[in-house]
T-cell receptor, first 109, second 115 residues
């Protein structure tokens, strides 16, 4: 069955430190991977997706099919990055997403 | 344009009661999705409408949950009778085209507490 695993419930770093939020998936085919973010009192929103290979707000994520991972990285964390981050997978054209459990990122001053 | 609107934002009901959640998608979006996050667990897919038709309802947990989308506009999700384990946040999302690549906008969610 398709599954997304985010091993860290909470990740706490200091401002300016590098950050990596881990995401591993299980799916035998070619999935589409996404990172969603939910800031405090805001709705869930798309941060980035692997097919566009873009950098949003300084975040990047590379799909590693060998390790079935899609870790989210940022070289220098900012306080405004504090939020819940969800890794998600889509494996068909229906638009259904499979989410990980989420990682709460806390960036301290 | 107005975003995806959900109401109520919060609902507290007693076990055994009925609750109806509503989602108004972005105007013109044919695709509407329901998800929920139960405390401490991941966000899980419930079902997908294309206009008024149920495209995929594989995530609906049991027959206490009934989703409708009359006329292909807003959708309702009714829980009857509610159980304690139904507590969580229910999210709605909509998109114009099918598939997550085409833009998938979430509502703010309805926090349901069953006591």
């Amino acid at each position: 069955a398709q599954r997304v695993t985010q091993p860290e419930k909470l990740l706490s770093v200091f401002k300016g430190a590098p950050v990596e939020l881990k995401c591993n998936y299980s799916y035998s085919g070619s999935p589409e991977l996404f990172w969603y973010v939910q800031y405090s009192r805001q709705r869930l929103q798309l941060l980035l997706r692997h097919i566009s290979r873009e950098s949003i707000k300084g975040f990047t994520a590379d799909l590693n099919k060998g390790e079935t991972s899609f870790h989210l990285k940022k070289p220098f964390a900012q306080e405004e990055d504090s939020a819940m981050y969800y890794c998600a997978l889509s494996y068909n054209q229906g638009g259904k997403l499979i989410f990980g459990q989420g990682t709460e990122l806390s960036v301290k001053p | 344009e107005a975003g995806v609107t959900q109401f109520p934002s919060h609902s507290v009901i007693e076990k055994g009661q009925t609750v109806t959640l509503r989602c108004d998608p972005i105007s013109g979006h044919d695709n509407l999705y329901w998800y929920r996050r139960v405390m401490g667990k991941e966000i899980k897919f419930l079902l997908h409408f294309v206009k008024e038709s149920k495209q995929d309802e594989s995530g609906m947990p049991n027959n206490r949950f009934l989703a409708e989308r009359t006329g292909g506009t807003y959708s309702t999700l009714k829980v009857q009778p509610a159980e304690l384990e139904d507590s969580g946040v229910y999210f709605c999302a909509s998109s114009q085209e099918q598939g997550v690549d085409y833009g998938y906008t979430f509502g703010s969610g309805t926090r349901l507490t069953v006591v």
